[in-house]
């Protein structure tokens, strides 16, 4: 998200810059100038990875996540400030604005709270009680308010107007109960104290609707449902707003069934307290107060009540998909950082049964160098013939590693690759099941087909399961990051916030590890700070007619590739072996003559710098420092000469499932299993361990302590060491734990049911999207798994 995109509003006469900056400084707790730095460098087109590693003198040394705060909470305050411009400058054009409303709005610190000060001012369509004031009857509502002696049925006989459309009294006091309530429901203070309270004290109720029983089989756990606000987790809430989605579930907003049947209701009682009404609910109440009874109950039944059921069903829909946003984001972030195995030549085998094995050979930088499709399973059984078709491609290749598919077939396809391995003793070959989720998609892509216009589509996949086990992230940024299915309710949630937190997610990664120019493919150059994607092309373009870039500097020769492109992404784009060594480090061009001042001192090289922590012992970092280069800079140079081109990834290491356990039916409880994590939600973890259909470990079953986050204990990617706790074949369920020590079988657990649908395989979806119904392909990972976890 570029916060730079609210400037329009931000440069309104009536919008205070400074209070902007001060509104920042004290909700993220940092100092004002901090806050003033990092904003001009946004509105000036810097990016966050590039702020947070090269402009930390700027910022005070922010980081990355502050930054990705400030960047959001700014877009948010400066529409805030503008929208407050805009309800200050409408009163003012109706000449009701008072110092003391004047006041309450320049208070106002959300935009909740801003538009319940504007309610009555907000220009809106015809309602009732404008019908009643129109009719004269604004001070019979007053009258009936004030004055404590007045008999209401007596009062209203001097406003019965037939002329007017009031027909007789009880239509007088209807009208004034309707301009009353209209009042009370636009007192801003009055809504925020109802508001609190409702949330504090209110449930979320969800009932079948009548008729639908069968058609919503699926959401019968929701039926006649009821919890309370505060404590509904975000799956759930999702789940209950896909069942009203699909027609299933009617959702209402109310008080237990207990306060709701007590007379007067505490909502009620709580609004005549708040406005100092005389109402009485007595039998023995004096018509004023009976009246005033009713247009407390009439204030909360017809217009605060209906309000809030909208208002706290959006909240918690906002609420419960930036929780799934952000669960996708962390996911996404640890796949996307996965250990990657490097420049290693590896087979790809893209497992199937009927329609053959895909196979591809890359050589250490990723080229696809062979193809080819064999049939070791049904029904051809051509298995001597793969085997001898593989072994030629290892031969002729020099193969090191191979990739394997996670998804059908995929253990017996790994049974022909050990085979391979023992037909091959002195090949040093290593086998790797990879998460294949999404190589169908990025087959299928646009990408894809200009990237292997002559390649038939099923053999891409192979080709991108090869390339995600020797570098995942250069290969997962060609996918779009939700057919990668780390999410939980992906398909539900606002698409334009999904995309944008991906988006930064992938930046963030991406510039994080850094991108070898020469080697890079447009998808993954597109990504790096300050690049785009006709940027991205045009550089490939370059590469392909004119070779390997030798200097960072002849970045400028690439059309449209200007200053500003070269200061924003030339500090995260590497040239390996190229003419200048400090072109292959994250130390930014426009800091070499730092790191010169620093070989003039020592009489060195960079060459013999580089990578020699010695050469630089006995310097202090404070030496080096600068009007322009402050201490932090000169610190992460001192690392980046003792370390180049530093991957922040984890080492590569290698998960291999149990022989004889490829079925769900060859597990039995207590059996103690090596896995994979590979998607992670907020009630727990899926683990893959090599039987084609995840495992659950409950949050309650991550860890001997008490677990808040599953993050906190398990990421993606992950291996791990879990024993199988129960096994559900008829419902293709199992359920895993990660205390060794657990007893095994059925157990209780915490209600955290995920919502409705069929079981996930550990294929990533490409066998649901094979096999089901459109409209279950929709169903994520957190959807299709342990639909309904019982308490």
């Known amino acids: 998200m570029n916060a730079s995109s ?33 904003v001009s460098l946004l ?71 801003l538009e319940d000060l504007y309610a009555p001012f907000k220009p809106k369509r015809r309602t009732r009680a404008q019908i009643a004031r129109e ?43 309707d301009i009353l309530a209209e009042q009370f429901s636009e007192n801003a203070d009055l809504v925020a104290d109802m508001r609190d309270y409702l949330g504090q004290h209110g449930f979320l109720y969800s009932k079948v609707i009548e008729g639908k029983e069968a058609e919503g089989a699926n959401f019968r756990d929701w039926f006649d449902f009821r919890e309370s606000i505060r404590s509904l987790p975000s799956h759930r809430v999702l789940a209950l707003l896909r069942g009203r989605q699909q027609g299933a579930l009617d959702l209402r907003i109310g008080l237990s069934d207990e306060q709701d049947a007590l007379v007067p209701h505490p909502c009620v009682e709580r609004i005549s307290r708040f406005l100092e009404l005389e109402a009485d609910y007595s039998p023995s109440a004096s018509a004023r107060g009976k009246w005033l009874a009713d247009v407390a109950r009439w204030t909360w039944r017809v217009k605060m009540l209906t309000a809030f059921e909208s208002e706290f069903i959006t909240k918690l829909r906002e609420e419960a998909e930036a929780e799934a946003i952000r669960v996708f984001a962390a996911n996404l972030k640890d796949l996307l950082l996965a250990a990657p195995a490097g420049p290693k030549s590896v087979l790809g085998l893209d497992p199937g049964i009927r329609t053959g094995v895909k196979v591809a ?62 037909a091959l003793p002195n ?36 080709v991108s399961i090869a390339r995600r086990l020797q570098d995942p992230l250069a290969e997962l940024v060609k996918i779009e990051p939700k057919a990668i299915g780390v999410g939980q309710y992906q398909h539900d949630i606002n698409q334009r916030e999904l995309a944008r937190s991906l988006d930064t997610v992938i930046e963030d990664c991406v510039n994080a590890v850094g991108v070898d120019v020469n080697t890079a493919s447009a998808a993954l150059l597109s990504r790096v700070s300050g690049l785009n994607s006709t940027l991205a092309r045009n550089i490939v373009d370059w590469r392909d007619q004119n070779g390997a870039f030798p200097t960072r500097k002849t970045l400028m020769d690439v059309s449209r590739f200007g200053a500003k492109a070269f200061e924003q992404a030339a500090g995260f784009l590497r040239i390996q072996n190229g003419d200048n060594p400090l072109d292959a480090s994250a130390v930014h061009p426009e800091a070499y003559p730092v790191v010169e001042r620093i070989l003039d001192k020592i009489r060195k090289d960079v060459k013999t710098v580089m990578g020699n922590k010695e050469a630089l012992s006995g310097l202090s970092p404070n030496e080096f420092t600068d009007e322009r280069f402050g201490l932090p800079t000169v610190k992460d140079i001192f690392l980046e000469l003792e370390k180049p081109g530093r991957d922040p990834r984890p080492e590569f290491k290698t998960v291999t499932f149990q022989e004889g356990v490829e079925t769900i039916k060859d597990l039995s409880e207590g059996m103690i299993l090596d896995g994979v994590v590979t998607n992670v939600a907020n009630f727990g973890a899926f683990v893959d361990i090599g039987v084609h259909q995840d ?84 169903m994520n990972a957190m959807a299709a798994a342990f639909a309904k976890l019982k308490k």
């Open 43 to 113: 509105d000036d087109g810097a990016t966050v990875p590039f702020i947070a590693r090269y402009r930390k003198e700027a910022t005070g040394g922010l980081d990355d996540t502050v930054l990705r705060n400030l960047e959001v909470r700014l877009a948010y305050v400066r529409e805030l400030e503008s929208r407050r411009a805009a309800v200050l400058e409408s009163i003012t054009g109706q000449g009701k604005l008072t110092p003391e409303l004047s006041e309450a709005i320049a208070a106002a610190d959300t935009k909740q709270r």
């Open 427 to 462: 090949a040093g070959l290593r086998k790797i099941v990879v998460s294949e989720a999404g190589a169908s998609v990025y087959s299928a892509s646009e990408l894809a087909s200009k990237e292997f216009p002559d390649m038939d589509v099923s053999l891409r996949g192979a």
């Open 135 to 177: 009719a004269g009857l604004q001070p019979l509502a007053d009258l009936l308010l004030t004055e404590r002696t007045a008999d209401p049925l007596v009062a209203a006989q001097d406003y019965v107007n037939e002329e007017l459309g009031v027909k007789d009294t009880r239509a007088a006091l209807d009208g004034a109960r």
């Open 695 to 778: 495992g659950l470990v409950h949050i309650s079953a991550l860890s001997e302590t008490f677990v808040k986050d599953p993050r906190d204990v398990v990421r993606v990617g992950q291996a791990v060491k879990v024993k199988v706790q129960e096994v559900d074949v008829a419902r293709n369920r199992i359920g895993l734990t990660m205390r060794l020590n657990d007893d095994t079988g059925p157990v209780a657990r915490r209600d955290s049911r995920p919502g409705a649908a069929a079981p996930r395989s550990s294929n990533g979806g490409r066998q649901q999207a094979r096999n089901q119904a459109p409209a279950a392909t929709s």
């Open 361 to 422: 050979a890359i050589d250490k930088t990723g080229k696809v160098l062979d193809t080819a499709t064999i049939y070791p399973f049904e029904p051809r059984r051509d298995r001597n013939g793969s085997l001898a078709t593989l072994a030629a491609l290892v031969n002729k290749h020099k193969i090191e590693l191979i990739a394997i598919g996670n998804g059908t077939a995929s253990r017996e396809t790994e049974k022909l690759a050990a085979e391979l391995i023992e």
């Open 6 to 38: 609210p400037s329009v509003t931000a440069s309104s006469p009536l919008v205070d810059p400074a209070r902007i900056i001060a509104l920042l400084a004290a909700e993220l707790n940092v100092r004002a100038s901090q806050i003033e730095a990092t």
